[in-house]
């Protein structure tokens, strides 16, 4: 046991730094500005951005990038849990202990003395114990469903809902319906725009990304690498045209941007 302590010290150490710098930048009469204006709610968008942050630096296979966006993620765990505590809610001992005896729970067979050896075993009993934590064991579609608007990107989840709902039966029988919804959705869109109704746009708008994300799994696309792509091209491209450019662009006219845009393109196609 104190050889496990003496090997997690280190960690331990860095981790009460941690959490002493974020109560100081919180601390109500000497703290910063900016950390004491946040709240759980306007920290979400960090959250996320970090979060992907996170996965583009392991795709990427950068190691010290990895570990750095970690960090940054950590930290807003650490300042989600600091502000929680000062509303005395919770402190980051809960959220430590709670994650710590979800994951004793969930492996009995590593913990206990059940015998499972297949990954797929493993991953079907751990929902089978967090469907009976919940207390609603349960085999309803919708109820599966939710769980994706709750753990993936929007785009992604679309594309699992839309997976999921056609394999349940809710299927266009050829690709030309699914064109004709799209080409219908495009239409209400249109409509919804030339009147004032932001909550209706924004409806339709939906609908129409929806359709459009049903298009692509009928052809066996995957829209957020498609989406990924096509930012990276983007970015490419008006990269190189900030490098031709021979003032702002600001100060360029549509015509001489286009040109630019077009030579930006021909260059990174040779």
Not at 28 to 54: F, K, M, N, R, S
Request: charged share 30%; with cysteine; proline share 4%.
């Amino acid at each position: 046991m104190s050889e496990t302590l003496d090997i997690y010290q280190p960690v331990l150490t860095a981790l009460n730094r941690l959490l002493t710098v974020v109560a100081q930048l919180r601390h109500p009469v000497d703290g910063c500005p900016w950390d004491l204006a946040q709240t759980p709610q306007t920290l979400i968008p960090y959250i996320i951005e970090e979060a992907h942050e996170v996965v583009w630096a392991l795709k990427n296979d950068e190691k010290e990038a990895v570990a750095e966006e970690l960090g940054d993620l950590l930290l807003q765990v650490v300042l989600q849990s600091q502000i929680a505590s000062e509303n005395q809610d919770f402190s980051l001992k809960e959220v430590a202990e709670g994650i710590t005896e979800k994951l004793i729970r969930r492996h009995p067979h590593v913990f206990g003395e059940l015998k499972l050896q297949d990954p797929e075993q493993v991953r079907q009993n751990w929902e089978k114990i967090k469907a009976e934590e919940k207390g609603k064991i349960t085999n309803s579609l919708g109820d599966r469903l939710i769980r994706y608007t709750r753990t993936l990107p929007p785009l992604m989840a679309s594309m699992k809902i839309s997976e999921k709902a056609a394999q349940a039966g809710l299927e266009w029988e050829n690709i030309e319906g699914v064109w004709s919804k799209f080409n219908e959705e495009l239409a209400e869109f249109k409509e919804a725009l030339s009147q004032e109704d932001k909550n209706h746009q924004k409806a339709e708008l939906g609908d129409l990304l929806f359709t459009l994300i049903n298009i692509a799994r009928w052809y066996g696309l995957n829209p957020s690498e498609s989406l990924e792509e096509t930012n990276s091209r983007f970015i490419s491209r008006f990269s190189l045209v900030e490098s031709f450019a021979d003032k702002p662009l600001a100060d360029h006219s549509l015509d001489e941007l286009e040109i630019l845009w077009k030579k930006a393109k021909a260059t990174l196609n040779q």
